[in-house]
């Protein structure tokens, strides 16, 4: 709603733009060189593994068997793997998969924490209880030996296998990084659904006549926006290593598939010969995961001043 | 305190089991089991099924799975985790294990301490001199060592110093023929140490920088420097008692973190522990033995959460648990 300036004001001394939340987040966001860096080189290098398919010199699989575990060259920029694979080409192609995985693996840890932490918070009592105290045990597991567990009996199970054909590996490790993902920010919307639902505007809310849904998911959870979106950038940027560790272990992405990690796998046997192998998908990850980090810091400085450290 | 004990020993009592069932479940529910993709020379599909189907009988895996789970649970809680079934045929999973244990305390341990000692000092320093170029170096390389994927540190490592410079060995715990060579032994630990310690550096200086930012603004350490302490001392006297309390739950809570790491960096390092033991297991299918590890770990990380609180409410009379 806007109200008319009092004639007396017409001046421009008080006259200021208006400016929007997501400008004012902008404008802050600017300011940190490292976070705009960051987002530019996840925004060039995801740019260049989704047009992998048009700007790739060669594809992921095809092998050249004159030049195995050749040394960077003209035809081949980073050089090729033990079976003369180009290794640029597969790094780009790897990267849809590690960043899809990530990705989808994350929004959906996202989904369900914000569920769980809303309506354990929102609704309290037996529900409360039951909810946070299963988020405690989730959160007191040894994460990456049941992680390991649940990979490696899934990809055993046939029939998964024969209805996913090659994409099992996908669908599995994001299944694995989303049961055991999502319990921080189940944490982190509890908290903040619990304080929120005090305030006075939920009150009103509820005095219109809202349900409790609507209450949830029009108010507390879009209020809980700020830590939400930094937990879901940090988030990807651990989920891209904790799916490279997996398929390095070779219980992750498999062939034909590759990913950043898989190109990894079983690298330590042609280490002698080439280890620039084991260099580059390495470095992708690095880049990446620092990339996100930035960016994540600066979004978290940007969206609320005050959570700084 | 002996109330909150006893509500803590009960409540993890009940963690445990309720992650052996889920383990044991996922184990044993998928189908799958340690011979299905045998075929023991048989000729015809018939004749292999009826091999594994005597084997599983011999196994006992033909019997409902509560039932396996209830035999399993009795024995277990007085130490006997069953046969290997792939890794070690038909030895006892408890020697299995008893036989790496050492290895991957001492791994976890050195790692533990070698990370707090050089995250100690450097959290320190961040936080007398915030913003300062040793506060940035120090910030620079904590981002670093959190977004480096710690297995492909590892590897790196390896090609380095044992592939390119040859000065260290590139896996194992000992040299054939060294058994009690001191130095051959700390040759072999340097770098799984180092891997394993680096992520953890990284996490524990973020977090020592900020509890220390927080414990200098407090107002008993102005009025010690009021009293004309030297600066030095109220830092690392009255500010580090207070700064390193938090640490120590930290400390607990890193330990399925370290577990984790030691799955990876002995597998990098060949270093002859649990962790890798435990892959091992994962690869070729040996449920008992990865059952009894997970169960071991899960110990680990209660009994070192469990601890961690107890040891809070020891250096900080504060606490009082009821």
Known sequence: MTVPMPPAFDDDVLATEEVSQARLVWRRFRRHRLGLLGITVIGLIALACILAPWIAPYTFDKPDTSNIMGTPSASHWLGTDELGRDVLSRLLYAGRISLLVSLVATLLSIM???????????????????????????????SLPLLLIFSKTLRDFGPLRRALGDNTSVVIIITVLTIFGWMNVARLVYGSVLSLKAREFTEASRALGASSFRIIFTHLVPNSAAPIIVAMTLGIGSRIIAEASLSFLGLGIVPPNPSWGSMLSGVQAYMFRNPWLAFYPGLTILIVVLAINFAGDALRDALDPRLKN | MRAFLLRRLLQNAILLLFISVIVYGILYLVPGGPFDQLNFGATSATAAAAQVKRLNELLGLDRPLYERYWTWLTKALVGDWGMSWTVAFGQPVGRLIESRLGNTLLLMGLSAVFSLAIALPIGIISAVRPYSVWDYLITAFSFFGLSMPTFWFGVMMLIIFSVVLG????????TPGKANDIVDRILHLIMPVVVLSLVQVAGQSRFIRSSMLEVLKQDYIRTARAKGVPWARVVLTHGLRNAILPVITLLGLEIPQLFGGAIITETIFTWPGMGRLFFEGISKNDWPLVQAITMLSAFLVVGGNLLADLAYAVVDPRIRYE
């Open chain 1, 112 to 142: 369900i924490g914000v569920l769980v932490g809303s309506i354990a918070a929102y609704f309290g009592g037996a529900l409360d209880t039951v909810l946070m105290r299963f988020t405690d045990i989730m959160l007191s597991l040894p």
């Open chain 2, 167 to 174: 000065w260290l060995p590139a896996g194992g715990a000992i």
